[in-house]
């Protein structure tokens, strides 16, 4: 599966740039019977091809026909940003929710989709709650689900554990003394790619969650930013700041790339033994190391904190991917009945067939076709129980937020930060 990571920092950063060049006509798009609908171009876009296909079967030769334009993943973003300030915006388009959109919401070129799932429940119905709300911008719907359900695990090497005599944490003492135990038997205990420090965030979400629940970080999502000085957040980087001080992700850990699979060899290989990691992790082991994926890949969900206020079957990272739709769109009545496609059958069935886990609200039925139905049932159960679902900080917050926000954990984690300057750092932005 290949991972929406694939440059979200950037995309965040050229959000920035968004013009208000944005009003007026479509252009040469007025008048077409064309219905443009942008995807980021990956391995995944054949489901959206059987979708497009279907749709335009139903039109009818004489009618309306969508079109799917594959745009490189490493200037999807750029491209799509033009073309949202030209009168050549897509009637559709691929997105990551929330503040990946929040931008063109706020300048009104985005349709809202809230009458849409009033008149049509069973549509509203269709998703997991927790995965339809990331695609919200001030409580309006503007994203429908498009693509499978990416929650952040903890993954294990299963070979390792057995051969130091531990079990997968249970509890937050149980890490505490799996980091001492493996550290003493000479693995480090969390593979950890700190020349992309959007694998550390991850660390702070799941704590800052736990410790203080989801309002902690919603305030600051609204854009309070003395939300950083609430004292889950300060707490949470203590925890950050003691792990690094024993040990627990070893001592080269800054320099290793996740994007050229380093962190993942490291497990992989039995050189360390747990990987805080999105669910497209299972993936990247049955592509690169297939016989560790299928025999010694463990995973279990990120432990409870001692005193947390967080519900402990909260789930952070990506809830899915999101189609919305340009409010200008001179085919809007078909571009709002082409997001139904996405709850169909049969395109839930294309998901399953390509590995991905559906975030439809009956996609269970269902997994016992995919490639490993143990890992995709234990992957949608942790997603369908999770009373919340927070959406990767870099992608929830606007870029201005986002992007020093990042830069600031990655001096966390280097020790180039104590965690209350972490703290005034960010409540600084």
Known sequence: MTTPRVGTAA????????????????????????????????????????????????????????VIDQVPGDNYVERLRTAMGSP???????????GSI??????????????????DPELAEAFLPSVLESGKVDGVQYGIPLRGTQPVVLFYNRAVFEEVGVEPPQTWDDVLALVDEFTEAGVTPFALAGADPWTEQMWLQYL???????????????????????????????????????????????????????????????????????????????????????????????????????DPANIVGNPTNYFSVTADSPHLEHALEFLSYTAQDEYVADMVANGEVPTTADAEEVLADSPN????????????????????????????????????IEALFNGQRTPQEFVDALAAL
Do not use: K
């Not at 992957?379 to 606007?398: I, M």
């Open 11 to 66: 995309a965040l950063a050229a959000l920035t740039l968004l013009t208000a060049t944005a009003c007026g006509g479509r252009g040469a798009a007025q008048g077409s019977d064309e219905m443009h609908v942008w995807m980021y171009q990956d391995t995944l876009v054949v489901v959206q091809e059987g979708a497009v296909e279907r749709f335009n079967a139903d039109q009818g030769a004489d009618g309306v026909q969508a």
């Open 88 to 98: 050549q915006r897509p009637d559709v388009f691929f997105n990551w929710g929330s």
């Open 102 to 119: 929040a931008p063109y919401a706020e300048q009104g070129l985005l349709e809202p989709l809230d009458d849409l799932l009033a008149e």
């Open 208 to 310: 800052v969650d736990r410790i203080g629940g989801p309002e902690v970080f919603a305030r600051i999502a609204e854009g309070d930013s003395e939300g950083w000085r609430d004292p889950a957040v300060l707490e949470a980087a203590e925890m950050v700041a003691d792990l690094v001080d024993r040990g627990a992700f070893g001592d080269s850990y800054a320099s290793v790339s996740y994007t050229e699979g380093g962190a993942s060899t490291l497990l992989s290989e039995g050189r360390a033994a747990m990987h805080l990691m999105g669910s497209w992790e299972y993936s990247t082991h049955l592509d690169q190391a297939r016989e560790f994926a299928e025999n010694d890949l463990g995973y279990v969900a990120f432990p409870p904190i001692p005193g947390g206020e967080g």
């Open 373 to 408: 139905p143990e890992f995709a049932v234990f992957q949608y159960e942790l997603v369908r129980d999770a009373p919340h679902f927070q959406l990767s900080w870099d992608q929830a917050l606007t870029p201005e937020v986002a992007t020093p926000m990042v830069t600031e």
